[in-house]
T-cell receptor, first 111, second 112 residues
Framework: GQQVMQIPQYQHVQEGEDFTTYCNSS?????IQWYKQRPGGHPVFLIQ?????EVKKQKRLTFQFGEAKKNSSLHITATQTTDVGTYFC???????????FGTGTRLKVLA | DTEVTQTPKHLVMGMTNKKSLKCEQH?????MYWYKQKAKKPPELMFV???????INESVPSRFSPECPNSSLLNLHLHALQPEDSALYLC???????????FGSGTRLTVV
C-alpha cells in the first residue's frame, strides 16, 4: 500500500536557525498537503500543493512539490519558538481522496 | 464559524460500554472524516463521508460505527472496545474531498 515517510523524525534547532523536513511517497501523488500539530493540539492545515515542481511561500515557510510528484519539502527560515510542533505531510493518489499522513517531523526550537 | 467542535473532550469507558463521539461544523463543508491518532504517531484515516454518504471505510472493526445524520453532524458510535482502542479521535471537515482539512480538537478516549 501507499507509504509516506518523512525525515528527519526529530530535529532540535537553535532559535534563528533554518529547518527543513522532507516527505517521500512510495507512489506518485496527485496532490500533497502540509499540517502542523502543536504539542497536545490537533493538526492545523498549512497548505496544499498540486502541480509538479510547485513552490509556495507563507512568510518564513517555503513548500515545494517535487517534479515527479513523489516528494515534497517544507523549509522554515529563521525558526522561532512558536514553530515548535510536529509537521506532517499528507498525500493522496489520483482517483481517491484518501489522504495518507506521513510519519511526521517533530521540531524543537531552543531559545 | 470556522471551527469543528468535538464532544466530549475526554472519555473513559469500560469494554462493555456503549458511547458516542460527536462532531459538528457549520462551515458548509460537505466532506467529514474520522481519524485515530496514537501518541507520537500520525493520524490514521478511519472513515470519509462525502455529501453525507460513507465513501471510505478503512477496514475499521465493526465496534466502531459512524453516522452522518446531516451535513453538519458526524457521530462515531463505540461498542465493546478494547484497551488498544485508546487514542485521540479526531474529526475533520473540508469543503469537499480533495481540499484541506479543518480538524477538531479531538476526543481523548481511554478504554479500561
Amino acid at each position: 500500500g501507499q507509504q509516506v515517510m518523512q525525515i528527519p523524525q526529530y530535529q532540535h534547532v537553535q532559535e534563528g536557525e533554518d529547518f527543513t523536513t522532507y516527505c517521500n511517497s512510495s507512489t506518485t501523488l496527485s496532490n500533497i498537503q502540509w499540517y502542523k500539530q502543536r504539542p497536545g493540539g490537533h493538526p492545523v492545515f498549512l497548505i496544499q500543493l498540486v502541480k509538479s515542481g510547485e513552490v509556495k511561500k507563507q512568510k518564513r515557510l517555503t513548500f515545494q512539490f517535487g517534479e515527479a510528484k513523489k516528494n515534497s519539502s517544507l523549509h522554515i527560515t529563521a525558526t522561532q519558538t512558536t514553530d515548535v510542533g510536529t509537521y506532517f505531510c499528507a498525500g493522496t493518489t489520483s482517483g481517491t481522496y484518501k489522504y495518507i499522513f506521513g510519519t511526521g517531523t517533530r521540531l524543537k526550537v531552543l531559545a | 464559524d470556522t471551527e469543528v467542535t468535538q464532544t466530549p473532550k475526554h472519555l473513559v469507558m469500560g469494554m462493555t460500554n456503549k458511547k458516542s463521539l460527536k462532531c459538528e461544523q457549520h462551515m458548509g463543508h460537505r466532506a467529514m472524516y474520522w481519524y485515530k491518532q496514537k501518541a507520537k504517531k500520525p493520524p490514521e484515516l478511519m472513515f470519509v463521508y462525502s455529501y453525507e454518504k460513507l465513501s471510505i471505510n478503512e477496514s475499521v472493526p465493526s465496534r466502531f460505527s459512524p453516522e452522518c445524520p446531516n451535513s453538519s453532524l458526524l457521530n462515531l458510535h463505540l461498542h465493546a472496545l478494547q484497551p488498544e482502542d485508546s487514542a485521540l479521535y479526531l474529526c475533520a471537515s473540508s469543503l469537499s474531498t480533495g481540499y484541506g482539512y479543518t480538524f477538531g480538537s479531538g476526543t481523548r478516549l481511554t478504554v479500561v
